[in-house]
């Protein structure tokens, strides 16, 4: 019997472009993006920089949320798993890839906000309360 195994991973990066939205046959939303993660290490007494640009995937209602609120540039921690698929083009190439399967997300960009009565206030909600105002006057 195989020994235990482990398939997890951590990243904290910025968005490469916009998430891509789309939906399966049954209906199914999902968004893949491209992140860049930056790593910063000294090399004969030099500060040098290397980035990885990882693809990442995310399912379901978490997918229409990424399509409605990142952007290109956003910065974001994820949690996932690796995943390694194959498939072959209309040439019959064969592909490959190796792409982080998002399990849980954390945006790490602050949303411009409002303070009133020491209460943060996203842009979201400002605009509701806006809105709300409007109808009434």
């Known amino acids: 019997m195989p020994g235990p195994t482990l398939n997890k991973v951590f990243l904290i990066g910025r968005l490469t472009r916009d998430p891509e939205l789309r939906y399966t046959p049954s209906g199914q939303a999902v968004a893949s993006v491209r992140m860049a993660v930056n790593r910063e290490y000294v090399s004969k007494e030099e500060k ?71 209460k943060e206030e996203t842009d979201i909600e400002k605009e509701e309360k806006e809105d709300v105002g409007k109808e009434e006057g």
């Open 48 to 118: 040098r920089e290397d980035t990885c640009f990882i693809n990442l995937v995310i399912w379901g209602k978490r997918a229409e949320v990424w399509a409605e609120y990142l952007k290109k540039g956003s910065l974001i921690f994820v949690e996932g798993r690796l995943q390694y698929r194959q498939w072959e083009t209309q040439d019959s190439e064969k592909r490959s890839t190796v792409e982080v399967v998002v399990e849980d997300f954390q945006f790490l960009d602050r949303p411009a906000t409002v303070i009133e009565e020491g």
